[in-house]
């Protein structure tokens, strides 16, 4: 499965869009990118998945570039429950094992 | 989304001792379901995968003899730590791959915290 690279961290306030970005310059045609959150002490909390088209769901949106080479994850309307560590993952099918990198680390403030 | 849980969410046992923990689907059937463990600050480790009606799947390094799984039925996966020692103290998650749908997403447990004395 292809490396993905997000930043470590970053902050964002309350009540204002949060963009995640995250790199997977060596994605392969039949792999979607999977973004998933952990907040801190739960399982990770499935977020959305794409493979080309851009993605909507009541809880964020994923925007894929079209070279698919990089992705961009927004949640529109960042609340204080929205800070957790991010992962954005590639791979051909949820269904298969994932593999978690260190995420981003997305701290909501008031 | 789907519902994943475990049991228990966290547990105390003594060095030596066994301890196990059940993963279950809920509101589906999964056929395949994973085991992750994760040390505090560092991010998920796969150990195995649960293929249920055969044998499981374990990644490099992780000992099958150590950390048995059993996915008996469609809706069970079970780890269980044999001879848990301190170091095996940790955050263990599993997750089940929902087939519904067109496009199969995992879905994760709560989690089970493991403290050995």
């Known amino acids: 499965d292809a490396k993905t690279t997000q930043p470590t961290s970053m902050d964002c306030a309350e009540g204002r869009a949060a963009n995640l970005p995250c790199n997977h310059s060596?994605?392969?045609?039949?792999?979607?990118v999977y973004w998933y959150r952990q907040i801190h002490s739960q399982g990770p909390q499935y977020i959305i998945h794409?493979?080309?088209n851009n993605e909507t769901n009541e809880m964020a949106s994923l925007i894929i570039t079209e070279d698919r080479k990089s992705s961009t994850l927004i949640l529109p309307h960042a609340t204080l429950r929205d800070t957790a560590v991010y992962y954005c993952?590639?791979?051909?099918?949820?269904?298969?094992?994932?593999?978690f990198g260190g995420g981003t680390r997305v701290l909501v403030k008031p | 989304g789907a519902v994943v849980s475990q049991h228990p969410s966290w547990v105390i046992c003594k060095s030596g001792t066994s301890v196990k923990i059940e993963c279950r689907s809920l509101?589906?059937?999964?056929?395949?379901m994973f085991w992750y463990r994760q040390f505090p600050k560092q991010s998920l480790m796969l150990m195995a995968t649960?293929?249920?009606?055969?044998?499981?799947?374990?990644e490099q390094g992780v000992e099958k003899d150590k950390f048995l799984i059993n996915h008996a039925s469609l809706t069970l996966s079970t780890l269980t730590v044999t001879s848990a020692h301190p170091e095996d103290s940790s955050f263990y998650i599993c997750?089940?791959?929902?087939?519904?749908?067109?496009?199969?997403?995992?879905?994760f447990g709560p989690g089970t915290r493991l403290l050995v004395l």
């Open positions: 649960s293929n249920e009606g055969s044998k499981a799947t374990y």
């Open positions: 997750s089940a791959r929902d087939p519904r749908g067109h496009q199969e997403t995992q879905y």
């Open positions: 993952i590639v791979n051909q099918a949820a269904g298969n094992k994932l593999t």
């Open positions: 509101d589906f059937q999964a056929t395949t």
């Open positions: 060596t994605i392969s045609g039949n792999e979607y």
């Open positions: 794409g493979l080309k």
